[in-house]
């Protein structure tokens, strides 16, 4: 008989959603997104990708709707200590890792590809909070653009790394962001993988709200 490999992730679930208070008295992980919570939708779309086997950082079980390993973060850690925490978790070579909080629409299983280095990061260029305006010099305006793309790349919160490669690099505690990443790059073993598509990210109330109404038209890829 034919053995099914195993794709194994990991989801960032300690978020206590500060910045939704008190407009939300739970934690992140459990925000309503219609029909579903945070956790359950991102789980979902991990399973339709295949995804057997995910593992949950966080202070506490949470309720899902799929089942999960657990792994008790008894004290804050950041994303570098919650991920530490949760490796050993991992059987496989290499493991997805991603935020809660971050929705896209792309194919994880493309970026699990290229963590052949290391690691690889999906990148996108974020839209600015402001308008653009462009003037002459005499102060005439010529062009305005709302919310126009910014020219550099930023992180969306969805990563695949090299299991082995990865355990050395990671902290006991602290972000993966500024712990991590850092020492990967300068060491050649991160891989930037651009990312066109829909990145919803929930860190305030306005936030939740367009994600509520975005979800519904959302095909997920």
């Known amino acids: 008989m034919r053995m099914t490999k195993m794709k194994e992730a990991i989801i960032l679930g300690g978020g206590e959603g500060k910045r939704l208070k008190p407009y939300s008295n739970v934690s ?13 939708f991102q789980l979902k779309w991990l399973r339709t990708h295949g995804f057997n086997r995910i593992i949950v950082p966080s202070k506490e079980p949470l309720p899902t709707s799929e089942p999960v390993i657990h792994v008790e973060e008894r004290k804050k850690l950041g994303t570098g200590g919650a991920i530490k925490l949760a490796l050993p978790q991992i059987q496989g070579e290499r493991v997805y890792v991603m935020n809660v909080d971050d929705i896209i629409t792309y194919d994880p299983a493309r970026l699990m590809k290229e963590a052949y280095l290391g690691g690889a990061i999906l990148v996108t260029k974020p839209k600015s909070g402001f308008g653009k305006v462009q003037f002459n010099k005499t ?11 910014l020219p550099w790349c930023c992180s969306v919160g969805h990563y695949a790394f090299k299991k082995k490669t990865l355990d050395k690099y990671l902290p006991d505690q602290g972000n993966i962001e500024l712990e991590t990443f850092p020492k990967m790059a300068h060491k ?4 930037a993988i651009e990312y066109d598509g829909i990145w919803i990210t929930i860190n305030t109330i306005k936030e939740l709200e367009e994600a509520r109404k975005a979800l519904p038209a959302i095909k997920r890829l």
């Open 28 to 40: 992140k992980p459990l925000l309503k997104l219609n029909d579903d919570t945070l956790i359950d």
């Open 188 to 191: 050649k073993l991160l891989r």
């Open 139 to 149: 102060g005439t305006i010529t062009k305005f653009e709302e919310k126009p793309k």
